[in-house]
């Protein structure tokens, strides 16, 4: 899983911004808000993926011997 991480981040952010694009042409404000509102979660997901990226870089055994 750990390898995939990055891809993983950069998809959060893509749809994140497609959820802000589809928000900004909603015909209803609660389409709107709904679109914001998954825009707000993927990027939530984005920052909980960056945060365990940092945590195993920060984990990983040291390889100075």
Do not use: V
Not at 10 to 28: F, G, I, N, V
Not at 31 to 53: I, P
Request: glycine share 4%; charged share 25%.
């Amino acid at each position: 899983m750990l390898q995939n991480l990055n891809i993983d981040i950069r998809d959060c952010y893509l749809l994140a911004e497609q959820c802000r694009q589809w928000a900004e042409l909603a015909p209803t404000p609660s389409a709107k808000t709904r679109y914001l509102n998954m825009e707000r979660r993927w990027l939530s997901l984005a920052h909980g993926y960056e945060f365990a990226d940092r945590l195993s870089d920060h984990t990983a055994p040291s390889t100075c011997g």
